[in-house]
Structure formats: structure tokens, C-alpha cells
């Protein structure tokens, strides 16, 4: 059985939305062929260095790009579930 996980963000040290994709992820990995797809930005300095290398990173796109400097601009909230919201189905859809 092959297994692909795909989350925005899969790190220990990322908060609790973040841990449980990567708590899959190392479970999938004893029992079969599993991959993760995730951004690279918590990878970056995350403690699980030790995962093995069946990691698919999606980087930001100019979409993604965009909807972040638009949305730094309205207050949080209204970012989160706007330009957020389009950034966040970019990404999945990559």
C-alpha cells in the first residue's frame, strides 16, 4: 500500500494544526511506502531532520505571492479568509 499525506504545514514545532500531519506521516512510514507533500517553510529549521528523504515540497507560486503581500494589507481575520482562502486552494491544487 502507498500512502501520500498532503498538508500546508507538518512540523512538531509548528503548533498543534501542524503536528498531527507529521504524526501520520511517521506512523505511515513503518507500515508502507508513504510520501508527505508540504511546503518547505517549516522544514526549513525543524527538529525532524532524521525523517528519511520521501518528502514532495510545493513551494509558493506567484499566486501565492500575490494573495500574501494583498493580504498583509487588510486586518488579519479578513486576510485569513480571503486571500488566504485563494492562497491555501493554489497550494493544494500544486
Avoid at 4 to 23: R, Y
Avoid at 34 to 55: K, N, Q, Y
Wanted: with cysteine.
Amino acid at each position: 500500500m502507498k500512502v501520500l499525506i498532503v498538508c500546508e504545514n507538518a512540523s512538531a514545532s509548528f503548533g498543534s494544526e501542524a503536528a498531527p500531519s507529521l504524526h501520520y506521516y511517521r506512523a505511515s512510514l513503518a507500515r508502507s511506502a508513504s510520501r508527505l507533500a508540504d511546503h518547505p517553510r517549516p522544514h526549513a529549521r525543524r527538529p525532524e531532520r532524521a525523517l528519511p528523504p520521501t518528502i514532495l515540497y510545493v513551494e509558493d507560486s506567484a499566486l501565492n505571492r500575490a494573495m500574501w503581500q494583498i493580504g498583509r494589507k487588510v486586518p488579519p481575520r479578513l486576510s485569513n479568509f480571503t486571500f488566504g482562502f485563494v492562497s491555501r486552494i493554489a497550494t493544494q491544487l500544486a
